[in-house]
């Protein structure tokens, strides 16, 4: 019984990829028929629609979606089961999906997932960059890497580093505009709004245990951080972002740092996972070299 429904769940997972019943026959040396038939007891057994289907496609349900997530991390638990009683283990191997943010997994994860390839041939990674928290267990994501004050929960949390909030304008208009020295003097400067570095539609900026609130009131809002530095360096004027997002800018000069002194506190960085005993060897692989590489990272200082 629990052979049939592994097998069923093959046949679901290649229709779902393969967006089609013939093509996922094809793939699984299955006839159509048989396929299809497949899915169908499927869907009856879970008294679910899994598939909308057409003449031309197959496309997922929201509860196909979240099926196939579930059979994807089944499967692959079945799979490091049978290399663990083989003794291969230490060969990690499968599908590992790792989030982050659109910016954190562009600049900082994707080098190190590259490295990760290269390591484990047998090894595959699968990432959702998406600027919102993803639901570990409902959403069948591995590994998440998080920037801020995390609730306590079941997952398994390592902290790697932090990033700061920083104001940050190049030195031609610093040069013309001159360099605020106090939160009251931004009211005379022109300011880029990165929008999600602007919650509740201020600023909050510290020193000496005193908040100081400053309500941007800006001619240019944006909603990603590479728009927002690009326009700071074009001398547009003062924005706010994530330490390491301006990192090479800072590096080369291209832009400069202001009110260093009225930085807030750090935002942690963590590296969240399951707990230790519901991951797989491929995970932990995953998870201690991310740790490793982002700990040595000096923009996580």
Not at 6 to 17: G, Q
Not at 91 to 106: E, Q
Not at 214 to 229: G, M, Y
């Amino acid at each position: 019984m629990i052979m049939d429904r592994l097998r069923t769940m093959s046949v679901f997972i290649a229709v779902a990829e393969e967006t089609g019943f013939a093509s996922a026959a094809r793939r699984l040396n299955m006839s159509p028929p048989s396929v299809t038939r497949a899915v169908s007891e499927l869907e009856a057994r879970l008294g679910a629609r899994l598939l909308h289907r057409t003449t031309r496609s197959v496309q997922l349900t929201e509860a196909g979606r979240r099926y196939l997530a579930d059979c994807r991390r089944i499967l692959s638990d079945v799979a490091e089961a049978d290399r663990n009683a083989a003794g291969i283990h230490a060969a990690p191997s499968g599908l590992v999906t790792v989030t982050g943010s659109v910016m954190f997994g562009r600049v900082m994860l994707t080098p190190i997932l590259l490295e990760l390839l290269d390591r484990y041939p047998e090894l595959s990674i699968s990432t959702l960059f998406v600027d919102r928290v993803v639901h570990l267990i409902d959403e069948g994501v591995d590994v998440a890497v998080r920037i801020a004050e995390l609730p306590d929960s079941s997952l398994t949390a390592i902290r790697v580093g932090s990033v700061r909030r920083v104001l940050c304008a190049s030195p031609d208009y610093l040069a013309t505009h001159g360099r605020p020295e106090s939160p009251a003097e931004l009211k005379g400067h022109q300011i880029i709004d990165f929008v999600n570095m602007t919650p509740g539609g201020e600023w909050k900026l510290h020193k000496d245990s005193k908040t100081y609130r400053f309500r941007p009131s800006s001619r240019l809002l944006l909603n990603t951080a590479d728009a927002a530095i690009a326009a700071a360096v074009a001398d547009r004027g003062i924005t706010r972002v994530l330490s390491y997002m301006t990192a090479p800018q800072l590096a080369s000069g291209a832009l400069e740092i202001v009110l260093a002194g009225y930085e807030p506190p750090p935002v942690p960085v963590h590296v969240v996972h399951k707990e230790a005993g519901q991951t797989s060897g491929s995970v932990r692989a995953v998870v201690d070299h991310l740790v490793e590489r982002l700990r040595s990272n000096p923009a996580l200082a």
